[in-house]
């Protein structure tokens, strides 16, 4: 164990399961380890490592906020952001924030030592910022996590729906998205009824049938491969519920595409009932 850096590390994922990175990093430094539940503003302040962690599996919008107060609170000590979930947006945020490093989990074994043997500078970012002006300004969340702002339940349901983001064509069960939640399934079922007015698996074929228009624009790919790529595995179900939703079939949709004529009418329904909401 490296004994002269010692590491907060925040865990805001929205899983219950032991993080194996944050063990990773024990095995090298002296760290403390905060649980989301634990997490808040006032705890901030208690923070008085050498080096703070940030691990995140779906950030929403309090989540960065809390990395934005900490970088104010302590604007010397150098922030570390591991994500599972990446886009450049955020990533460009994380730097303009002032986060030291950033890091797409998972990580190899080959990368993790290379971050623990790259944070021996750490007490020399902490010199070195010292010297500098103590103003710390405040970047702009990026548009895809600063425009999710669900109140109440929807808030709740936003790990699920964060997971739904990315895994759309992969078999999901309500079960595993009532746990990312940490409700029980009936839980789950009852309250994303009541938020979005539809059920999950509606909301799931309707998520998918927009995520097809987008790959429709693609006149190589066949019907059925727009299909399997976004989650469908019958492609005459696919093109079933296409038309029941939209009013055309895939191909016709298509055909209007290519023949330049306007399609936003098409499409209002399906993305403005539950998808919007």
């Known amino acids: 164990m490296t004994d002269c850096i010692s590491v907060s590390w925040l865990d805001l994922r929205n899983c219950n399961e032991a993080s194996e990175l944050a063990e990773a990093f024990s095995e090298h430094y002296d760290y403390h380890l905060y649980k989301r539940y634990e997490i808040d503003q006032e705890m901030l302040y208690e923070c008085k490592a050498d080096l ?114 990315i895994h759309y064509s992969e078999k999901i069960s309500e079960e595993k998205l009532a746990g990312l939640c940490n409700l029980t399934s009936s839980q789950f079922s009852r309250m994303f009824r009541k938020c979005f007015c539809i059920t999950f698996q509606e909301y799931l074929v309707r998520y998918r049938l927009k995520e097809s228009t987008r790959l429709l624009l693609n006149p190589i790919a066949s019907i059925a491969d727009v299909a399997y790529s976004v989650g469908f595995n019958d492609p005459s179900y696919y093109a079933r519920a296409f038309k029941k939703h939209l009013g055309v079939s895939p191909s016709q949709f298509r055909q209007l595409l290519q023949d330049n004529q306007k399609v936003e009418g098409l499409t209002v329904d399906l993305l403005n009932v539950g998808l919007s909401a």
């Open 52 to 165: 703070i962690c940030f691990e995140y599996d779906y950030p929403d919008i309090h989540s960065l906020h809390l990395l934005q107060q900490m970088h104010v609170i302590h604007p010397d000590c150098p922030i570390l952001m591991f994500t599972e979930q990446h886009s450049e947006a955020l990533a460009v945020w994380a730097f303009r924030t002032g986060v030291w490093d950033y890091h797409v989990t998972p990580l190899s074994d080959a990368a993790v030592a290379e971050v623990t043997n790259s944070l021996q500078n750490a007490r020399c970012f902490r010199c070195a910022v010292r010297e500098q002006d103590g103003t710390v300004a405040t970047a702009r969340l990026p548009d895809e996590v600063r425009f999710r702002a669900p109140p109440d339940d929807k808030q709740q349901l936003q790990p699920a729906l964060n997971y739904l983001d």
